[in-house]
């Protein structure tokens, strides 16, 4: 297992993306980066992408859930693949696009008693 950190390089990026900047706690190797990198045509987004798939999957297997009592103590193991499959949703939108997330037009709305209506980002 071969473990780098260069940020100047495209699997120092990935590494970076996934917080994997540490050898004795590596999760890829630069093999695996490399191989990952390779497999979607040197886009680094996408790359990162499937990393953070594999790691919701690798932590999916282990999530679970404990509670003691009446939720005196809980522990709940499952957000974890999900952080990691919203992170992997935000780094494929991100790929070939310098936008992330745009909008083209607005609604502006004032009632007559000056109530503002409008529809701002975010909004439902």
């Known amino acids: 297992?071969?473990?780098?950190?260069?940020?100047?390089?495209?699997?120092?990026?990935?590494?970076?993306?996934?917080?994997?900047?540490?050898?004795?706690?590596?999760?890829?190797?630069?093999?695996?980066?490399?191989?990952?990198?390779?497999?979607?045509?040197?886009?680094v987004w996408l790359a990162t992408a499937d990393c953070c798939r594999a790691l919701a999957a690798k932590y999916a297997k282990e999530a679970f859930v404990l509670g003691l009592g009446k939720n005196d103590i809980f522990l709940d193991r499952k957000g974890k693949s999900d952080y990691y499959l919203k992170l992997a949703q935000t780094y494929s939108n991100r790929s070939n696009s310098d936008i992330v997330e745009y909008w083209d037009s607005f609604n502006i709305g004032i009632s007559s008693n000056g109530v503002d209506n409008s529809e701002y980002l975010g909004d439902d």
């Open 1 to 43: 297992m071969t473990f780098s950190f260069d940020s100047s390089t495209d699997e120092g990026k990935m590494r970076s993306l996934i917080d994997d900047k540490v050898s004795a706690t590596a999760i890829f190797t630069d093999e695996e980066l490399t191989n990952i990198l390779d497999l979607n045509a040197g886009d």
